[in-house]
């Protein structure tokens, strides 16, 4: 997905050929790219009724940051387990974390996606920042404790709006750095 503002560009897409390199921005200046904790999966969306998606965040006391991922990590250290299959998970499956980052498991959460209910995934990527900590975090599935929405859907018609929750006071929606990708499954 890509901010609302363009200057964060990821690669997701629907295509008849499977991606095998990730397609990143280069970032603002401020953040740049880390193509080592970047990665891609190629998904068959025909091979399964549900696109499981597994939002697993991490976090680094010593750094006082969080990051998030939807897919493994290049070198495999952060693992998410996003996957198409025949029934739908109930359970995020992540990895455990490299000893720097820990998992966030209040903040992780799984969302099984129906295929067969529309004809449009719609991808909704939620960023939050908190100035007293400096940190930024997104979501892309609502967190298991819920206080951090993202309205990732199957629908019949493509979103165009983003939606996401608010946040929870201490960490604040960033409308800009957020956004939709309506991808056609049909």
Do not use: E, W
């Amino acid at each position: 997905m890509t901010s609302s503002d363009g200057r964060f560009a990821a690669g997701t897409n629907v295509s008849g050929t499977a991606d095998t390199q990730v397609s990143c921005g280069a970032g603002d200046g401020n953040y740049q790219l880390v193509p080592i904790l970047s990665g891609v999966k190629a998904l068959n969306l025909a091979s399964g009724r549900y696109l499981n998606v597994h939002q697993c965040v991490y976090y680094s006391p010593s750094a006082t940051n969080h990051f998030t991922t939807v897919v493994t990590s290049s070198d495999g250290r952060f693992a998410a387990g996003t996957n198409v299959s025949g029934t739908a998970d109930t359970q995020v499956s992540c990895g455990a974390g490299d000893g720097n980052y820990q998992l966030v498991p209040i903040l992780s959460g799984v969302k099984a996606l129906d295929l067969t209910s529309g004809s449009y995934v719609n991808l909704h990527q939620c960023v939050y920042y908190s100035s007293s900590a400096t940190d930024h975090f997104t979501t892309v599935v609502t967190s298991s404790d819920g206080r951090f929405a993202a309205g990732t859907n199957v629908s019949g018609t493509a979103d165009s709006q983003v939606s996401c929750g608010a946040g929870d006071g201490n960490y604040q929606l960033v409308p800009i750095l957020s956004g939709v990708k309506a991808l056609s499954v049909a």
